[in-house]
């Protein structure tokens, strides 16, 4: 059994078969928004802005009642009731609700088991490791928490495993190289700069990898794209790792010197991996929760002086509010 968010929100039971996706916006946000929390007690309140946002229903309490029950039903319905619980899948635990797993796991912990695995093979067996990683990012169906809606949960949520995905990806290239496997890497290097044009990281790997191959010409026109778009959007200059694969490029080594590669990220020590609870991820995945608990408060400030303004103006059309999912 498990609770997938890598993706479109769904349950999947391998035993029976089954897979569960619920079909209403309200009731993915639900679902998605006690898998981000998983074990841990979602005040009601939360919950209610997570499904209305800023307008919540004159009877919001009830209203979230009701699509807990529509939830719970959706569970225990076609899937196995081994694993389960004792008191169900989604409890009520004041002030608000809770996921149990159970023996049931998360695909988002199965990426971090993974990744943490591939983080102490990377220094003795980069091949491996980038073998482990490809079997991480195989997890994912598209982005994170995708259907979810723009709650404050499931937002922070998407952020922070849409960061840990491209850590990964940066991760397996790393791994890649070190193993003398650039060739391999070249096309998804290329497909990621052209998605992802401010992130620095993806140009240093693609210019290692196209270096490493003899490729000269390519690494350095992929050096003036990334000067380029840097200075154009951001204001700034690329980095010294960028610019040392500029001067490998402009400077090829000797015969017997070792092909250029950029400065591997540096992965943590395992003992450190366990405490992060994100493997060679940890420590930047602490960062990104950071912020994303920032945003999360200032949106949440946002949202309540909102509400106080709008509580003093006219009362919202009906026409505009549209028909509210049951």
């Known amino acids: 059994m498990e609770f997938r ?18 079909a209403g916006a309200k009731q993915r946000a639900l679902l998605g928004a006690l898998i981000v929390r998983a074990g841990q007690v979602v005040p009601s309140e939360r919950l209610v802005e997570e ?40 409890q009520t635990c004041p002030p608000g609700y809770v996921l149990r797993l159970g023996s049931a796991a998360t695909d988002a912990q199965r990426f971090e088991r993974l990744a943490a695995r591939a983080g102490t093979l990377a220094a003795g067996a980069p091949g491996r490791a980038a073998d482990v990683l490809r079997q991480a990012l195989a997890l994912w169906r598209g ?8 709650g404050p949960v499931c937002s922070a949520g998407a952020v922070l495993w849409e960061e840990s995905r491209l850590l990964a990806w940066e991760l397996l290239f790393d791994a890649s ?48 794209r ?32 070792a092909a250029p590669a950029p400065a591997p990220a540096p992965a943590p ?12 991820l940890g420590a930047e995945l602490a960062r990104v929760r950071r912020q994303v608990e920032l945003l999360r408060r200032e949106q949440g400030e946002l949202s309540a002086r909102l509400a106080r303004l709008t509580s003093h103006g006219p009362a919202p059309s009906p026409s505009r ?4 999912e049951a």
Do not use: K
């Open 321 to 324: 509010a549209g028909p509210r």
């Open 5 to 22: 968010i890598l993706g479109p929100v769904q349950i999947h039971d391998e035993r029976v078969g089954a897979r569960i996706v619920p």
């Open 177 to 224: 190289l070190r193993a003398n496997r650039g060739a391999e890497i070249t096309g998804e290097l290329q497909e990621l700069v052209a998605v992802h044009p401010l992130r620095e990281r993806f140009y240093e790997q693609l210019m290692a990898a196209l270096l490493g191959a003899g490729r000269r010409a390519e690494a350095l026109g992929t050096y003036d």
């Open 51 to 90: 499904l209305w946002g800023a307008c919540p229903p004159a009877n919001a309490a009830n209203a979230l009642q009701a699509h807990v029950a529509r939830l719970r039903r959706l569970l225990a319905a076609p899937v196995s009731p081994c694993g389960a619980p004792a008191g169900g899948w989604v």
């Open 269 to 280: 020590a395992p003992a450190e991996a366990e405490t992060a609870g994100a493997g060679a």
């Open 143 to 150: 982005p994170a928490l995708h259907g979810c809606g723009q």
């Open 226 to 257: 990334a000067r380029r778009r840097l200075a154009r959007d951001l204001g700034v200059a690329p980095g010294a790792v960028l610019r040392g694969c500029r001067e490998a490029a402009l400077h090829p080594p000797g015969p017997a010197d």
